[in-house]
């Protein structure tokens, strides 16, 4: 009875051993605080989201995370300035340097082995269906379910010749409970 009991605890402790010292271990993403998906450029797109109230005041900040498998952050959608109401708000080129309400979008990625923001893009004025729209908003659970369409265009200089000189996300969706 004492060598099956060794045994056993000898294949459990080997067992643990292999179990924590994984190290090919893939981040899964966490879409549990919100997320956000879309077409970019054509291809499927999801993010974790993350809501809070703006810096500046009134309304909130969104903030969609796409992580590579390691976790790190590799892009980065943010939206500056969004008011907390139902209603469609168009969308302008404000990076949050200045103080004001306007209603803002910008997107950065991340080079694979930094943490420096390496491109920056910021909305294309120009293109008249930039918006984020609030359809529906519950104060007391900070729930919050909207939708939004973007086109963006590089800052220059570029830093990465690889990163493309627009985006645009259509048919965007937003699911996410603000903090």
């Known amino acids: 009875m004492i060598i099956r009991y060794k045994e056993v605890l000898c294949i459990f402790f080997v067992l643990m051993l292999v179990i924590s010292c994984r190290k090919d271990e893939i981040y899964t993403p966490d879409y549990t605080k919100g997320f956000a998906k879309g077409l970019l450029n054509g291809d499927n797109w999801k993010a974790e989201g993350r809501g809070f109230p703006s810096s500046r005041g009134d309304g909130f900040d969104i903030s969609f995370l796409l992580k590579n498998q390691a976790g790190m952050v590799k892009e980065e959608l943010f939206f500056l300035q969004v008011p907390d109401s139902i209603g469609e708000f168009k969308l302008f080129n404000e990076h949050g340097l200045t103080n004001d309400t306007i209603t803002g979008c910008f997107y950065f990625t991340v080079p694979a082995d930094d943490d420096a923001i390496e491109d920056t893009y910021v909305v294309d004025e120009s293109f008249d269906f930039n918006f984020i729209e609030i359809i529906e908003y519950n104060e007391s659970s900070g729930k919050l379910n909207g939708a939004f369409n973007v086109k963006l265009i590089i800052e220059e200089p570029k830093t990465n010749s690889n990163n493309p000189d ?12 603000l903090n």
């Open 166 to 177: 627009s985006l645009h996300i259509e048919f965007g969706e937003i699911e996410l409970f």
